[in-house]
């Protein structure tokens, strides 16, 4: 079976990616942020959250949901999910603050 390259199907995958990539980043003044990252790296690019609540900081740019950083006890953010997703987990299975 020989595989074709179709450009319109291509074309929605790239458009489409920047959906998937937000489950899991935070964009904030243009720099996206994901897990990995240190606590003094997001403070530089995103300045003070909203709130902080231990491990668990919440971001909430206008016009966006408020998202919550976890971060685990070295200092690097953990996890990245929307505070109104009342179905996901605080922080992924397997990782504990």
Not at 41 to 60: H, M, V
Not at 82 to 93: E, K, V
Request: hydrophobic fraction near 40%.
């Amino acid at each position: 079976m020989e595989l074709k390259f179709h450009p319109v199907l291509c074309a929605v995958l790239v458009a489409a990616a920047p959906l998937t990539a937000s489950a899991g980043s935070l964009e904030c003044q243009g720099n996206f942020i994901s897990p990995g990252i240190t606590e003094a790296e997001l403070l530089e690019a995103c300045g003070e959250p909203t709130s902080r609540d231990g491990n668990e900081w919440i971001y909430k740019m206008p016009g966006d949901f408020p998202m919550v950083v976890t971060f685990g006890i070295d200092g690097v953010v953990n996890f990245i999910r929307d505070a109104t997703d009342l179905d996901s987990p605080a922080a992924p299975l397997g990782d504990s603050p």
